[in-house]
């Protein structure tokens, strides 16, 4: 089998970059020990090399597919891989204990799922989009609600799922017009179209509960009149047993790429009869489903990396086997063909791999320890790391959905034509890859939130924290000093950052939110550039200080060696585009604006 | 039918930007009148209107596939257009008068291919492939093998291929083992197998007419003992009988994209009665195979391009139509939701899919111009014009290849989810575009060229006469108010070009060649943001001289304004990144060293 992804790293980001143990410090994580994490972690490896990698070119091969009559046919594997997932604890794992989760912390959860998306992520989405579904059940929904749908959704029978889309709307929340009519007690008679709804319908599992958004009759228009409903496809009794519900699969999407997760069409109501059961206050649906999204958007950034670590990972093996070619300094033909590792232009190409793959993997565990932070701290402490995370999570989502497309790019370049046929993966992951920047909103909507609402929130002060948490990895590398150009380097990144918002915050005070919002991608560029950048240098502190002590072996002083090696790679090659970025920002010419759709031809 | 290229912007490129009258006033093209070429180019689009585009996705939907026993089985309208395409002279045209050609300019036969990639760019490979080895039989073979061969080429009822790749030799031809023992007269036993063989069999062509290199025994070692045969699947008897030769095709790969198009597996000799014509002299004919790869290189690139344009056309009319979400400035979510066209990230999508796809034809069509001035002039002025060419080809076949997928990439997000999915064909252009940066050269094998032989060649006398030509543009530019800021962009970038190469060139000196070409993939990254950068200042120039005019029609002003908007947003969001190369490339630290191949993990 083809090694799918580097658990060594996992390993060093969640012992010596992100102190695991740190979190499982805190009360509400204090049952969990190190030990036990990383047997859970290696025996989720197993797992996937069994369950799932296997599995991973033939449901591409054989993809997820409607047949009619609300059928959508999946690969025979995706019950086993759902059971397992489940019953390893990697669907409510991670949910509290009174509602039946082991409580574990994200850092550990993701880390997993990490293994689980590099595998294939043709099956992942499956069950960590039930897992994001009970947890919005159990942050949201009433107790009996809770019992009624999450130990079916833990036991990996019934399969959550998010219903957002619809035809007219796309990304235009506002724009919903699936409607609700009260009948009593909480439930509402539910009429619409959703669209483009992973796991929507399948064979794997029993029930389907499809968290619905949609809008009770004479709601406020736009977005604060929109209501979060459970809408199952068999509505349990209390009796136990199981109604037909009013809702459908119609049809599903044929995909470029993640061909195994079936991407449905659902009609609800149309016979008039669809049940909804109201989660939480009517017209707030939409700060529920918040929730979810922020973590499904965390989930599809570390989904993105994990794919764009299982294509580094299949094109390093080929470049380590791979002889052709000789050195430009090597004139006699009758010489062996070197190894292609040795080309400098693919070492450019596997780091260019290595340096996005790890470095967003590595934002991911510091998202995840946020997002730890914030359940088991209180009072000032939890803001801060809430307002960190706020600020983080478009960027996560959005810097490994971008660049892994690029790096998954490189790895087909790396087998150079082998890579673009079907007998190697490569062109799978480059495939599967660029959903990622699509859905959970698209780099466009991430770039608006960054920009529009992040940036902003609390008078600028998430970004304030942000700044003082990279000054104090840039104060840590300083005091090493093979680390203080990299350190300098950064911190002048941040200086242009303040610089570019300077600029463009004076639109927003002249009251011209569209000029100030139009680069809003640009900026997300230069941002992530910066926040990798950050991890990058934490992670060569990290490495620095285990170098210190004399008496490692020499595989473990190449490894520390090699993520130094990295983050000098990004700040030579990568960083610098941050300043060009800028550049682009900080221009006077305006020529994206709505009155030049003329030039278009 | 969803449009697929501008005709407009051909036409703006032939007429106003590159002087088509220029080429045809010489004596060599002088039978050639704009009005009747033009016409052709009309023809060639309704060819590609009714043959070509119709069948673009069910070339995709029903790949090119080997059934067993040596047959491809190939989509039925292929033999239609191959046909057609001869027909109207898109195979023979640009061959001489006495080869049986029309003499047409590379200018007018490269637009009108331009029109079918973009139109369908898994047929056009077919005849396009053709057309090159006929012209490399027509350089290189004796008057027999001409007349053997090239008539029924033109016809399309033979397809030419080229045979060059070996499974163990991959880009390295040094290591081509495919081996000639002499029989007779310039007849050769061949023996070997070729990969990758686009076209290798199929079922609309009557034969097949492989280019075919191959070591005669007892050649020396490398690329200086490398001879082209022709090797035909039926070799011609002079009485017109066709034999069975012992070449036949033994599988296929299936590929990501461009799945119309055959890639073929073709043994040699199985049976040891496989009979070779030699073309040219012994040994001598890797520089031959040159020929045909330098135009095959402009194709690929051109190729790029136009399915660059295709999607970025088909991403267009979709902004154009669907109506989503509301400008930042509009808080009433009662007013119906805006066109996508008019959101300013979606215009940023849209204009660098412009700048990228207009900007690679117009240096096409440099190119294309170059060739046909090579053709038609002699002595100094003929040497100008083909080092000019020399230098730019590998930056024409790796510019379109690479920011083509960017592009293409953006196509799809501006379509959003739908983008994804196979219900739309931007999708399939990605997957398309991908295989442009492999086939004819990898990107790493086109950077080596560039850094390693064109820059340095002659004492580096092209880089000077491009130096010159762009020194030409900016003058004309600064003669406009409007364009001198742009001018002098233009002049600061290749100043900075000059820099690098003075920083690099001393590591060539002190005989560190492996250093000197290290990141030359970024010096062709760095290179190419300047020659677009000056097409992109070329068509200014061009659209304001125009505009100078005060008579003209209000649609017509907007189409040359929209160049000049085009210019700037390129110079704006894409030239700043050449800069942030040049950092990269004038770095102390040398981080890609055959030594440092440890650090991957």
Known sequence: ??????????????????????????????????????????????????????????????????????????????????????????IGGAAKFEFGGMQLPMMLFNAAHHIFVAANNGCQGYFSLSAGAAALITSFGSKEQVETFVPKIFAGQWQGTMALTEPQAGSSLTDITTSATSIKDGFYKIKGQKIFISGGQHEACDNFVHL???????????????SLFIVPKFFPEKNGNLTPNDVFCAGDFQKMGQRGYCTTHLVFGDNGNCKGWLVGEPHKGLSCMFQMM???????????????????????????????????????????PTLIINHADVQRMLLTQKAIAEGSISLAMECSKLSDLVQATEGEAKQKHWLLLELLTPIMKTYPSEQGSR??????????????????????????????????GTTGIQSLDLLGRKVVMEKGRALLILSESITETIKQASAFDSLK??????????????QVLKHLIQFAKQGDIDRYLSDATVFMEQMSYVVIGWQWLKQAVAASQKLRKEDLQSQ???????KIHTMKFFFRYELPHAAACAKVLMSEEFLTNSKDALVFD
Chains 1, 2 share one sequence.
């Not at 619905?212 to 929109?226: M, S, W």
């Not at 150009?485 to 303040?498: G, P």
């Not at 473990?556 to 090699?562: A, I």
């Open 1 to 90: 089998m083809t090694r799918y992804t580097s658990i060594e790293h996992l390993k060093f980001l969640l012992q010596d970059v992100h102190d695991f143990n740190e979190v499982v410090a805190l009360p509400h994580f204090s049952h969990v020990k190190w030990e036990e994490a990383w047997m859970m972690i290696e025996s989720a490896k197993q797992l996937a090399d069994r369950d799932m990698a296997p599995y991973f070119r033939e449901m591409d091969e054989k993809p997820a597919h409607y047949e009619g009559n609300g059928v959508v046919r999946t690969h025979p594997q995706l019950k086993t891989i759902i059971q397992q997932a489940a019953e390893n604890g990697w």
């Open 212 to 226: 619905t958004l949609a809008r009770i009759e004479g709601a406020p228009p736009g977005v604060k009149g929109i």
């Open 294 to 336: 922020n973590e499904a958007r965390i989930g599809v950034g570390l989904g993105a990396a994990s794919v764009a670590m299982a294509a580094y990972q299949a094109s390093l093996q080929y470049a380590k086997e791979r002889p052709q070619g000789r050195l430009a300094s090597e004139k006699d033909p009758l010489k062996s």
């Open 407 to 440: 790096s998954a790019a490189l790895a087909i370049q790396t087998l150079g034509g082998y890579g673009y046929t079907t007998d190697f993966t490569v062109q799978q992951h480059y495939r599967d890859l660029k959903i990622m920047s699509l859905y959970e």
């Open 485 to 498: 150009v990299y350190a300098n380097e950064l911190s002048e990144e941040l200086i242009r950052i303040d």
């Open 556 to 562: 473990t002083r190449t490894f520390y060696e090699s």
